[in-house]
């Protein structure tokens, strides 16, 4: 028996599909390329977006080409949010919650057993529980995404996956550290600690449990080299925290903070809980303290309300502060949220416009960035070939700047120090010091 899979969205769904991947292995299935053919087809899906739901739908379709007889299980955000319009979709036999992915093996053993529909969709809002989804063996040798927290309860004005996550829950201190350790027993030298609102960890759980408390834990285990963690609200990062994680060796120096608008009208009607001056002292703050540090970040743009003044003030805004790369989204109406039933809703054309100007920025400032670095020798992490040129391998550095090199042997799943030399095509070209 085969099974494939395609994840769409977040970091936190990459972690749910490698442990999805290995229930199915322990049940004697081999796992194919999602465009194979396959007994079983899993599409973990995504929200965030009108695209996200769109993309979603269309593997859904390209599935049942593969193999018309296949069982194909959607599970995930959009399942969790839209589970009767899933169930409508032709060839769907399975719609699996975000806290029903531990359960997929038995669904669809079910559905092909029994050639019936299964929706297994709970309320997660009054779920409150942390569904532990362990991995025993991962297929990747690399980096490793360790989910230690899910749900959210911010309630964003245009955002939907505080309903399609539900509330805030955390998994515990020994189970985290339990894993951190088997992953450094696999070889892995860098994890990336992820969640949906990951600066909420420790909120629900007893004790003085904290993701500064967690961070300084995984700190102490042996064999893992380098630590990360996943988008985080920019409220995190006060100036005693930020000191407290400069003195963590295995930190990388690398930061999501999530900003989605430089103006503080826009934030208001988003109900984000910062102003542009608070995100921008944290940055601040996390340069001071911390050295060669690299900050990205999301940003939206066409939200209903914004005006050419308001875009101005976020294109100033980060035109000053230069951070490392941004990820520019053009406002999605998402039908549940408040912003979609928000007046002056911007026009197409303008988001493009607003988009283009913020991705041109982004690049100017991305380059500016990666050129103060030429001429000094990076530790990268190397993950893989480069364009599938045997000789050319691509990785990070410690602050996520993408460096290409050249080398006769094989450095895959190596941490080595390289030297920056250029840039090219937009990425940063390294000689790797043997």
């Known amino acids: 028996m085969k099974a494939a899979f395609n994840t769409l969205g977040c970091r936190v769904n990459l972690y749910e599909t490698e442990a999805m991947i290995e229930k199915f292995i322990k049940e004697g299935y081999d796992i194919v ?3 194979d053919f396959a007994d079983v087809y899993v599409i973990n899906t995504c929200t965030v977006t009108n695209m996200g739901d769109k993309k979603s739908r269309q593997m859904i379709r390209r599935a049942k080409k593969n193999n018309k007889n296949s069982v194909v299980a959607v599970v995930g955000c959009y399942a969790q949010i839209a589970s009767k319009e899933i169930s409508t979709i032709e060839g769907v036999d399975v719609v699996l919650g975000t806290r029903n992915k531990g359960e997929i093996v038995y669904w669809v053993n079910r559905a092909k057993e029994e050639k019936k529909q299964f929706i297994v969709v709970n309320d997660v809002l009054k779920n409150k529980v942390f569904e532990d989804l362990n991995i025993e063996e991962y297929q990747d040798k690399t980096r490793a995404f360790l989910k230690i927290q899910d749900g959210c309860n911010r309630f964003c004005s245009y955002c939907l996956i505080p309903f399609a996550r539900g509330a805030v829950c955390s ?10 350790k088997k992953l450094a027993q696999h070889g892995f030298e860098e ?9 909420s960890y420790g909120v629900d759980l007893e004790g003085e449990w904290d993701l500064l408390k967690i961070l300084e834990e995984v700190n102490k285990v042996e064999g893992i080299r380098r630590i990360r963690i996943g988008s985080i609200d920019p409220t995190f990062f006060k100036e005693d925290v930020i000191k407290r994680i400069a003195s963590l060796e295995k930190m990388c120096p ?3 903070l999530s900003l989605q608008s430089g103006c503080d009208e826009t934030l208001k009607r988003m109900n984000r809980r ?4 608070e995100y921008k002292n944290a940055v601040m703050n996390l340069r001071k303290y911390i050295k060669n540090v690299s900050i990205t970040t999301d ?14 003030k976020t294109y100033e805004f980060l035109d000053t502060i230069k951070l490392s790369k941004m990820h520019i989204f053009k406002y999605s109406p ?15 054309n303008i988001k493009e416009d607003r988009s283009h100007k913020l991705i041109e920025l982004d690049k100017k400032l991305e380059q500016e960035f990666i050129k103060k670095f030429i001429g000094k020798n990076l530790k990268v992490l190397f993950e893989q070939n480069y364009n599938n040129n045997e000789k050319l391998y691509e990785g990070y550095t ?3 700047i993408k460096v290409v090199a050249e080398c006769e042997c094989n450095v895959k799943d190596k941490i080595i120090t390289t030297e920056i030399t250029g840039i090219k095509d937009g990425n940063a070209q390294g000689k790797i010091l043997l």
């Open 33 to 35: 390329e999602f465009d």
């Open 171 to 180: 998994k515990k201190p020994d189970k985290v550290l339990e894993e951190v």
């Open 191 to 199: 994890i990336i600690l992820s969640g949906i609102h990951i600066a």
């Open 254 to 256: 690398h930061f999501h």
């Open 334 to 348: 998402r039908k549940g949220t408040k912003a979609a039933s928000m007046k002056n809703q911007v026009d197409g």
């Open 398 to 400: 410690e602050n996520y």
């Open 274 to 277: 910062y102003t542009s001056e």
């Open 299 to 312: 940003v939206i743009v066409g939200f209903p309300g914004e005006t050419e003044e308001e875009f101005n």
